[in-house]
């Protein structure tokens, strides 16, 4: 064969190769383009499918929320609801105690105030796991007598150890320091707890309470608690869950000694909150032990002699306290208080007056009421905190009959320092102007009234809100009487003409001053219209109220009474 014939031969297998590879090649290039069409239908459904999947969590993530918000109204209303008539179960209870009861009624009344303790205590846990949960527990730190405030409560529980044959014992180390800063409410319950589960499962024995100072290598101070029992002791396998909620050591405990399981957790919670970390040891049959510690700050300086504080509020720089309330009771109270400490102060009645007063002169300290007329509390303080060339860094307290925590945070986010709830004691006033003003104390002791002829439910009123002192009594409770009558006309022309904010801000102001008479029952009522009245559930609040005025007419000689006994003092 001559070289053109394997010449041409070659040029047409490369020719058919050629033609193969283009066949092959469109075919891949088909394939690819099916394959991408299918990718791209997929995507696109992956999309639809991500966005569906996207709006159904932002869904469940709004009934979650509208459900968590439920809950906590649910919580609160049905802690309100049950709590009212468990307290007046509690109170008839100890009432019936007092009387002439045979033996088996004596025990049936015991066993009523013992089932009551329980259910209270059971409506407790539940409403503090769920306020933890909700981020809605702080701190309010306050300085407080760590020995005093201990045994006072160990006092409280002495019945409670009698009934087992149990024996407390308290050991303070030296070197914890009189005073504290640290919130004693959370202290308090952590102990009561801890003591009460110790005194729960211990009989016959002993339980001790050790408080000693613990130093960390930066030199922060910490306070560790132990609370040791000689009792049946906890198995070691459960020691490591025993904090987790609703964990009991097994069924036999709930079933022998009941609870929800929670009181352990909600000690976790509040130590954690206050800084520190609980743990516990424990042999079955010997005993257990639990500790805890919390950061807190030691208070230099020590109180006066005895037990009573003793403090007189003479400012010597020369500068002012500035009182910023629109209730003559309320003012007639805080004003008589300062001027016996002789407080050099100036007084607003509304949110402008006391704008006008700070653009003109500085004060040490604002007392700042926070339903007032014309311009309140809230907007005054950012006022103040805004455009106050003098007084843009004055503390400000705010002067509030609401403990409610959104009603403090509103307030903080205004400007405001700290809260002062109404009605306040002498000392709670005393401690504020410690704090925030530059007064320096020296002796003042003032006499104070023994309870003599007062009965036990006035000397209680004139005790802690008047440190005894008869002649302020005197003046709080005459302002009350004289504006009562007008105070009730108000309310009356109020709702005749359907006008319910001014019924809720007169409630609001009438709770202190019924207090500061002695007139509880009639301030916790105010209270609960005042709620119904802000929930405008106003049919029910009419309800209340129609209850109200009665019970106040009937309450008035108490308090007719009450005034005689403090002239003739």
């Not at 004691?425 to 003003?437: C, D, F, M, W």
């Amino acid at each position: 064969m001559s070289n053109a014939e394997l010449l041409k031969k070659r040029i047409e297998r490369e020719r058919l190769a050629r033609k193969q590879a283009e066949e092959i090649l469109e075919k891949k290039s088909l394939e690819l383009y099916a394959a991408n069409e299918k990718l791209q239908l997929l995507n696109l459904e992956l999309e639809k499918a991500v966005e569906k999947r996207t709006a159904e969590l932002k869904s469940a993530k709004i009934a979650a929320e509208k459900a968590q918000l439920a809950e906590k109204e649910f919580l609160a209303k049905m802690s309100h609801e049950i709590r009212t008539p468990l307290n007046a179960v509690v109170g008839m209870a100890n009432l019936l105690h007092t009387t002439s009861l045979n033996d088996i009624q004596e025990e049936y009344v015991d066993d009523i105030k013992y089932a009551a303790d329980v259910l209270m205590g059971l409506i407790s846990d539940v409403l503090d796991i769920s306020k933890i949960e909700a981020g809605e527990l702080a701190l309010n730190e306050s300085e407080f007598d760590l020995r005093e405030s201990l045994n006072a409560l160990v006092r409280t529980l002495d019945y409670k150890a009698r009934e087992n044959d149990n024996e407390l014992v308290v050991f303070i180390d030296h070197q914890v320091p009189e005073l504290i800063l640290a919130d004693k409410n959370v202290i308090n319950q952590i102990l009561l707890n801890l003591i009460g589960n110790a005194l729960k499962f211990t009989t016959k024995g002993t339980i001790s309470i050790n408080v000693n100072v613990l130093i960390d290598g930066e030199g922060n101070s910490q306070l560790q608690f132990e609370i040791i029992d000689t009792g049946k002791g906890i198995e070691p396998e459960k020691l490591a869950s025993i904090f987790e909620k609703y964990q009991q050591e097994n069924k036999a405990i709930k079933v022998e000694y009941g609870g929800t399981g929670l009181g352990l957790s909600i000690c976790k919670e509040l130590v954690q909150l206050h800084g520190g970390k609980i743990w516990a040891e424990s042999k079955v049959g010997e005993g257990s032990t639990f500790s805890f510690t919390v950061k807190v700050a030691p208070i230099m300086g020590n109180k006066g002699e005895g037990n009573e504080e003793v403090v007189d509020y003479n400012n010597q720089l020369g500068g002012k306290i500035l009182v910023v309330e629109d209730s003559y009771l309320n003012l007639k109270y805080l004003l008589t208080l300062l001027n016996s400490w002789e407080v050099d102060y100036d007084v607003a009645y509304d949110g402008e007056e006391a704008v006008k007063l700070c653009a003109k002169e500085q004060y040490q300290l604002i007392f700042m009421d926070m339903q007032m007329p014309k311009m309140n509390g809230y907007d005054a303080t950012k006022n103040i905190r805004n455009f106050s060339v003098l007084n843009s860094e004055t503390p400000i307290v705010a002067l509030t009959a609401s403990a409610l925590l959104e009603d403090q945070r509103a307030a903080e986010y205004a400007g405001v320092n700290s809260h002062l709830i109404k009605p306040f004691s002498p000392g709670q006033l005393k401690r504020v102007i410690s704090q925030y003003a530059n007064y320096q104390d020296k002796d003042n002791k003032k006499k104070t009234s023994k309870q003599g002829k007062f009965n036990d439910e006035e000397w209680q009123v004139l005790s802690e809100y008047f440190d005894g002192d008869t002649e302020h009594a005197r003046i709080v409770v005459e302002s009350f009487m004289s504006s009562n009558k007008e105070n009730m006309k108000l309310m009356a022309d109020y709702l005749d003409n359907n006008e319910f904010d001014s019924v809720t801000a007169l409630m609001h102001k009438c709770k202190p001053s019924l207090a500061m008479v002695g007139l509880r029952e009639l301030s916790n009522l105010a209270a609960e219209i005042e709620s119904l009245l802000k929930s405008n559930k106003n049919n029910k609040a009419i309800e209340l109220i129609d209850d109200f005025l009665p019970k106040l007419n009937k309450d008035l000689p108490r308090v007719e009474q009450f005034y005689q006994k403090l002239k003739n003092e």
